[in-house]
């Protein structure tokens, strides 16, 4: 016992003593080979600001945390996610939440397995998700993991603001026509810039609460507007799924799903760890609950081909407007969020000062966001940059990693010599199931999203076409 007090203040000492900062000796030596330092700590250093004994998030909190990062913009595309596979996707649907929820639970476990080979580890970490790859797949896999994170962030901010772009052109449309949706994407581009400079917004503990908030309300809308404009709409039509359709409508549910980058960083603010798997069991217990009800009630009635991209397109009315102000609110918040990763990443590989505003980081900043609003003039179509991330690097992150890191984990040798878990058959047998789907999965609907990005159709709607752009 009092070798282990020993050895944990010698880790708080160090942890907070590093150059004035609140550094983890975890967070070290991975800086070390290719993360970077915390710099939005507040460099007190103290034990109480930092220690993880008395605060954290409990598990209904860190529940409601994952439940408002995943319901977001996937929300509103996955009724046509649905439509594409048919009925089929209604199944598919609870199939992949399962699995993915499975995969995420041992993902959570194998932040305790590194706490407990690892000592380093037991302080907060920078980058958790790397650190569990790296651990497990050594310096590749942790390659993989940064290098999957940053394209997944990448693309949900380019939905965020191609999402947000459509809402408000489709609200100040009839009051500004000669403004366009890539126009909207351009303005939205500009005013954001100053934004990106600055540090990531933190503390803000209200924000997952109106995330969360406006994405049931919009779901509660969509439903009953599509109920009360029934008789509005053409008799439905439910067709077959084709191969890509219904590889599109796996991307599409899975980026609905696909919260497990950020599972780790979520569970490393909890004040016990090890209950992470109980959020992660009540979060898609909860995102069934929304999407089920929003998926069946919107098909049943649409069918396949009234079913659009964006539900919101489907109804009508006051409250639609309401909805889509506040969802374009918690878009455009979660857009200076998602990218500031992003900046942060470059910022390293440049060796720009992320702790300061300097002229540098301004252009570095700005050209990330630049790049941005490229991507989106090109594929102006949030629903294919959003299949593209799902059936990728989504799939990779949520259905192959989690496994094969747990397995690899488990075989670790403890202190006493042996694995640190010894995983019973059928677990072995329900996680490879869970890798090989992702991976089958993940490459049907890679090659389905591209095919539907790469047609002659699609480089005559770019927001480089005159006639698109004004």
């Known amino acids: 016992m009092g070798t282990h007090i020993t050895e944990s203040s010698r880790l708080l000492m160090d942890y907070t003593s590093y150059n004035g900062k609140a550094e983890s000796p975890a967070t070290l030596a991975e800086s070390a080979d290719g993360c970077f330092r915390d710099d939005e700590k507040d460099g007190s250093g103290s034990m109480e600001s930092e220690g993880r004994v008395d605060k954290g998030l409990s598990v209904g909190l860190a529940s409601v945390f994952l439940l408002a990062e995943m319901a977001g913009a996937g929300v509103l595309n996955v009724p046509k996610a649905v439509a594409n596979a048919g009925w089929a996707g209604l199944p598919l649907m609870v199939l992949m939440c399962l699995a993915v929820g499975f995969a995420g639970t041992r993902l959570g476990m194998c932040w305790v397995l590194l706490e407990e080979r690892w000592p380093e580890y037991r302080m907060p970490c920078r980058r958790p998700y790397p650190a569990i790859a790296r651990r497990a797949l050594g310096k590749a896999g942790q390659i993989v993991a940064e290098v999957s994170m940053e394209v997944t962030l990448f693309g949900a901010a380019t939905v965020y603001l191609l999402v947000s772009s459509q809402m408000i052109n489709d609200l100040l449309g009839s009051l500004v026509p000669s403004l366009s949706q890539c126009s909207w994407t351009l303005i939205l581009g500009v005013l954001l810039c100053p934004t990106t400079w600055l540090s990531t917004p933190k503390d803000f503990w209200g924000a997952p609460l109106f995330a969360m908030s406006a994405t049931l309300l919009a779901c509660l809308v969509v439903v009953v507007e599509v109920v009360l404009e029934k008789g509005n709409h053409a008799s439905p039509e439910y067709l077959a799924p084709t191969f890509s359709s219904f590889f599109l409508s796996f991307s599409s549910i899975l980026f609905a799903l696909g919260g497990a980058s950020i599972f780790p960083t979520i569970q490393n603010d909890m004040k016990n760890r090890a209950q992470f798997p109980e959020s992660v069991v009540m979060t898609f217990l909860s995102l069934l609950g929304i999407y089920l009800p929003l998926c069946t ?55 720009v000062a992320t702790d300061t505003l ?12 630049a790049l941005v609003v490229l991507v989106g003039f090109t594929i102006p179509d949030f629903s294919k940059i959003l299949d593209l991330i799902g059936g990728s690097t989504v799939a990779l992150m949520s259905f192959v990693l989690p496994p094969v890191c747990y397995l690899r984990l488990c075989a670790v040798s403890g202190l006493d010599g042996l694995p640190l878990r010894v995983v019973p058959k059928w677990e072995v047998v329900a996680l490879w199931a869970v890798a090989v789907v992702g991976v089958v999965g993940g490459v049907g609907s890679t090659w389905s999203a591209l095919s539907a990005i790469i047609t002659e159709e699609s480089f005559t709607t770019t927001c480089f076409s005159p006639q698109t752009f004004l």
């Open 358 to 369: 300097s002229v540098r980081r301004v252009v570095v900043r700005s050209c990330v966001l």
């Open 297 to 351: 009630i919107c098909y049943g009635i649409l069918g396949t081909n009234s079913t659009p991209e964006n539900i919101l397109a489907a109804v009508s009315g006051p409250a639609v407007t309401v909805v889509k102000i506040l969802l374009v609110c918690h878009f455009l918040f979660a857009f200076s969020i998602v990218i500031n990763p992003i900046n942060q990443a470059t910022e390293m590989h440049l060796n």
